[in-house]
T-cell receptor
């Protein structure tokens, strides 16, 4: 069975600093990868997705992620964060042949401080 | 925003009582999902549906049942609620032409079982 690991449960960062949220997955078959963001007391919103093609994908709010097949990683990055980026971020994977079912990581709480 | 509503948004109930949560979509998407979100676990799939009257179990289906009699509605039932089912429940939908598509999430239902 596939799994998704987000090693950092919390990431504190100062405003305007760069940030990287790490995501690793385990699967021996092709995967489709997603990052979602959840603001307090809200549902999840899609940030970006990798389905095929370029391994560097750009999403909303200035975020981007790079798919690295050899390292089975899909880290999320932003060059300069804003207070409004404070939220919880979830990495998720769909495994080919497994139906359209998402497996989520446990989430990373990004806290942006002044 | 995708047209997904969940009702109720908040519910407090007692152990042993039946509870039904409703997910309603206006997007005519084929797939619908129920997740629960708990601290330290991310989101975990309870049940999903790939068409009217077509449902299947997710990873945490014990104690839950679902029904889908119309494309737009997906019901989650706790036959006899337990305190371990206190959680935030999210409905999601997905569709599109490809076999794998991003999921869009509803606002969530916070359920407390006393």
């Amino acid at each position: 069975a596939q799994s998704v690991t987000q090693l950092d449960s919390q990431v504190p960062v100062f405003e305007e600093a760069p940030v990287e949220l790490r995501c690793n997955y385990s699967s021996s078959v092709s995967v489709y990868l997603f990052w979602y963001v959840q603001y307090p007391n809200q549902g999840l919103q899609l940030l970006l997705k990798y389905l095929s093609g370029s391994t560097l994908v750009k999403g909303i709010n200035g975020f981007e992620a790079e798919f690295n097949k050899s390292q089975t990683s899909f880290h999320l990055r932003k060059p300069s964060v804003h207070i409004s980026d404070t939220a919880e971020y979830f990495c998720a994977v769909i495994v080919t042949g497994g139906g359209n079912k998402l497996t989520f990581g446990t989430g990373t709480q990004l806290k942006v401080e002044l | 925003d995708a047209g997904i509503t969940q009702s109720p948004r908040h519910k407090v109930t007692e152990t042993g009582t039946p509870v039904t949560l409703r997910c309603h979509q206006t997007e005519n998407h084929r797939y619908m999902y129920w997740y629960r979100q708990d601290p330290g676990h991310g989101l975990r799939l309870i049940h999903y549906s790939y068409g009217v009257k077509d449902t299947d179990k997710g990873e945490v289906s014990d104690g839950y049942s679902v029904s889908r009699s119309k494309t737009e509605d997906f019901l989650l039932t706790l036959e006899s609620a337990t305190s371990s089912q206190t959680s935030v429940y999210f409905c999601a939908i997905s569709g599109g032409r490809g076999p794998y598509n991003e999921q869009f999430f509803g606002p969530g239902t916070r359920l407390t079982v006393l």
